[in-house]
C-alpha cells in the first residue's frame, strides 16, 4: 500500500497486525475495537468453540446486522420518495388552482370592463 502505516489490533486477546493507508488508521482502530466487542458477544452468547467459528458467527451476525440497516434504510428511502412525490403532485394541484383563479379574475375584469 501507498503511504501505508502498520498498527496492532488487540482481537480477543490476540494480536494482529495490519496495514491501512495512513489517513485510515482511526477508522481502523475503531472497526477492530467493534470486531473485538462484537467477538466477545457472540463468545458469551454462544456455546461456539474455537476461534474460526467464533469470527464466522460474528461476521454473520454482523452481516445480518448490516443487511437490516439497509432494509431501513431503503425503506426511509422509499418513504422520503413518496412524501416528495406527494409535495410535487399538491404543487402541480396549487399552481393549477392559482392559474384558474387568475384566468377566473381576467375573466371578471374583462366583464367589468365591457360593462362600463
Avoid: F, H, W
Avoid at 11 to 31: D, F, H, M
Avoid at 75 to 80: G, L, P, V, Y
Wanted: aromatic letters at 2%; proline letters at 1%.
Amino acid at each position: 500500500m501507498r503511504d501505508s502505516k502498520t498498527i496492532s489490533v488487540s482481537i480477543l486477546g490476540k494480536e494482529y497486525q495490519v496495514s491501512c493507508p495512513a489517513n485510515e488508521l482511526v477508522s481502523l482502530k475503531r472497526a477492530a475495537g467493534y470486531l473485538d466487542k462484537k467477538m466477545r458477544e457472540t463468545k458469551e452468547n454462544s456455546n461456539v468453540i474455537g476461534m474460526d467459528r467464533l469470527a464466522v458467527m460474528t461476521a454473520l451476525n454482523l452481516a445480518d446486522e448490516t443487511l437490516q440497516r439497509k432494509e431501513q434504510m431503503d425503506q426511509a428511502n422509499a418513504e422520503k420518495d413518496e412524501a416528495i412525490n406527494e409535495v410535487q403532485t399538491q404543487k402541480m394541484s396549487m399552481t393549477n388552482i392559482s392559474l384558474k383563479i387568475d384566468d377566473a379574475i381576467k375573466s371578471l375584469d374583462i366583464k367589468e370592463l365591457l360593462e362600463k
